[in-house]
């Protein structure tokens, strides 16, 4: 087998791509200096894994040391902890200075070829240079989402439900709960998983065989995602690895791996509505790089992160608002209802809520608050507050006003809508036309999951990001309406009737 590309003595220069040469020392030449470690990276990746290489050179990361982020005035920085380790300060973030941290609490840290490698990259390790944006997302919904799913029985049910059906001969088939494989292919890829080391196995790479940890549920890079080190999340569900490209964060195409309909319309929603349209058509003018990132000048319309978490600016550079990676944090209702849109919770835990009825879930059936997990009045206030401000950088107050008005409206009205099927599903349960055990997996059940789960869902996101069709027809107020008449007279045409 060949193996002239296994590394080299390190002090070789190391050519990685096209005209770019890195020497361990620049001091005169001014060129960013790369690890020793990384360069013995380097050496082998750029062979067997070249795209991984290339992804890499193109960031900004292969290009700015820690030190010289530093330097940049506030408002310009990417870069949030001032107490970078000595030692990482002068050479740019490689492969080691991201996969070799913190070895000692990474149950999936291994040998190789002479260094201490981590498979995973956690937040934990990002925020040794990133750390406010490390805090900011250990509190965020996102952070807590395997948990949010995994640890609450109500979503658990649902989980295990959505992909529990079994073909047994032909056309039969019999309902069981979801295997682990489903769920780790539908609901976990996004929310994440629980990354365990199983042990070691042997893989055959080219060049040769190389023994590794073999870890359970991977790859996943649900935003969620529960590491080996113990930490929670994956910093590239929305920066991928291995550019962690701020463009691509801000994109609205980012969000759409997630979040798109039936149950969580925002990429489609956003793709209708007049902000889409203008991104998408003059995505070529805006500017994705810029930090801080100025209204009008580098973008004309907003993307997902511009109303949600990114730091804004006026022309002249002046702060509107602070960058947070608590999604979340500018929300002070949650449209994404279960079953009711609600305040948003205080934690981003959501599985430690109990409603009056002892469910975990924000709001009983009946539509009463568990109000000492949501945040208060005060607080829904400032933060309506905040996004006001984010809004009047291009539109009158008049236009903001008008809008958060009609959004107001159209929450009430479309849980309006979910209360009425509630009280009919019910009224069903009571009369023993379905089963209360899981409230989930009989077709009249579904009928009134996609109430709340689909259509008024809809509705509440066609409002709020202003996209029409999914506020009437698609998957909208038609919809929304038609279904509960069903459910009328799936009660009306069973009365008298037991199961």
Known sequence: MRRSFVIRSIGIALVVAGSIAWARQDSVSGKPI???????????HKVTTPGIVEDWLRSRHSKVTPSVALQKPVLERRISNNAVPKGLLPI???????HGQNAANHKDNFEHFGHKINVVVSPDDCKTCHSDEARQFSDSKKAHALGNLRDNAVYHTLVGTIGG???VEGANFERRTASENTKHETCYACHG????VKGTKTVATSIGDIEVPDLLHWPNQGVGRVNPDGSRGACTACHPRHSFSIEIARKPATCSQCHLEPD????????????????????HEQNWESVPWKVGKDFRAPSCATCHNSLIATPDGELVVQRSHDF??????????????????????????????GLQLPVTFTGRQASGYLIDDDEQARRQTE????????????????????????????DSMVLAATKLMLEIWNRKLADKTNPFDETIEQKWIKQWLFYANSVRYGSAMAGPDYASFKNGWWDLTRNLEEMRDYLGKNAGKKK
Not at 264 to 283: C, F, Q, R
Not at 333 to 351: A, C, D, E, K, W
Request: glycine share 6%; net charge negative.
């Open 328 to 357: 979340g944090s500018r929300l002070w209702v949650r449209i994404f209802g279960l079953v009711y849109s609600h305040p948003q919770p205080m934690s981003g835990n959501t599985s430690i809520i109990k409603n009056a009825d």
């Open 264 to 283: 969580l319309p925002a990429w489609d929603v956003y793709k209708e509505s007049k902000h889409g349209n203008i991104v998408m058509s003059t995505e």
């Open 34 to 44: 790369v690890s020793e470690e990384t360069q013995a990276c380097l050496e082998c």
């Open 92 to 98: 740019v973030v490689g492969c080691f200075e991201c």
């Open 193 to 196: 998983t629980s990354i365990e």
């Open 165 to 167: 059906m079994k073909v």
């Open 387 to 414: 996004m006001r401000t984010v809004c009047q950088t291009c539109h009158s107050t008049n236009w903001s006003n008008g809008h958060f008005a009609k959004l107001a409206t159209t929450i009430a009205e479309a």
